[in-house]
């Protein structure tokens, strides 16, 4: 079955520090890799996603991800990031096969202090 | 221009009651999903529909009905409604199957009381 796990809860960052986000996902076939931003009091919108190509994946906002396959990771990244990436972040997976079910996890929640 | 639009935005209820939550996308989607978000932010799959037929149906009660009339529509029945039901429902639509970028909708906080 698969499954997508992401270590980091709760993240607290001062504003121009770096981010990394984990994500790592559990599935033997061909997937595709998304992240999805949750704003406070907002919905989910997609921030990148990872079909095929270029493992390294850049999204809006200076956010980029990079897919390393032998890890099963998709890691997020942001090189500074500002008080206005305070939200929840989500990494998803969905297999190209079967009944392609989108798996989420369980989010981590960035707050960035100004 | 509103993609995926849900409603009601809020919902107050009591335990045993039967409500529903309607969805609609403009997007010419033709798969759409529904999605429970609980108190700790946890996102999980509720139902999957593709051109109006269920492709996913996971292991919800059976309280929960979802229904599609259209492609463009996919509203969620709960009959009994109960204490744990409480969370943010949303709705999402994507394209090609499954394997597209889902669009979300602003979706329903529901309280039961």
């Known amino acids: 079955a698969q499954s997508v796990s992401q270590h980091n809860h709760h993240v607290i960052l001062s504003e121009a520090a770096s981010l990394e986000l984990g994500c790592n996902y559990s599935?033997?076939?061909?997937?595709?890799l998304f992240w999805y931003v949750q704003y406070p009091g907002q919905h989910l919108q997609l921030l990148l996603k990872?079909?095929?190509?270029?493992?390294l994946v850049k999204g809006i906002k200076g956010f980029e991800a990079e897919f390393i396959k032998s890890k099963f990771s998709f890691n997020l990244r942001k090189p500074s990031v500002q008080w206005s990436d305070t939200a929840e972040y989500f990494c998803?997976?969905?297999?190209?096969?079967?009944?392609?079910?989108?798996?989420f996890g369980t989010g981590t929640r960035l707050k960035v202090l100004a | 221009d509103t993609a995926v639009s849900q409603t009601p935005k809020y919902l107050v209820t009591q335990m045993g009651n039967d409500k529903s939550i309607k969805c609609e996308q403009n997007?010419?989607?033709?798969?759409m999903y529904w999605y429970k978000q609980d108190s700790k932010k946890f996102l999980k799959i509720m139902f999957s529909?593709?051109?109006?037929?269920?492709?996913i149906n996971e292991t919800v009660p059976n309280r929960f009905s979802p229904k599609s009339p259209d492609k463009a529509h996919l509203n969620l029945h709960i009959n009994s409604l109960e204490l744990g039901d409480s969370a943010v429902y949303f709705c999402?639509?994507?394209?090609?199957?499954?394997?597209?970028?889902?669009?979300f909708g602003p979706g329903t906080r529901l309280t039961v009381l």
């Open positions: 529909y593709n051109n109006k037929e269920l492709i």
């Open positions: 599935y033997g076939g061909t997937v595709n």
């Open positions: 998803a997976v969905n297999a190209r096969s079967g009944t392609y079910k989108y798996i």
């Open positions: 997007l010419g989607h033709d798969t």
């Open positions: 999402a639509s994507s394209n090609r199957g499954n394997t597209d970028t889902q669009y």
């Open positions: 990872y079909f095929s190509g270029d493992p």
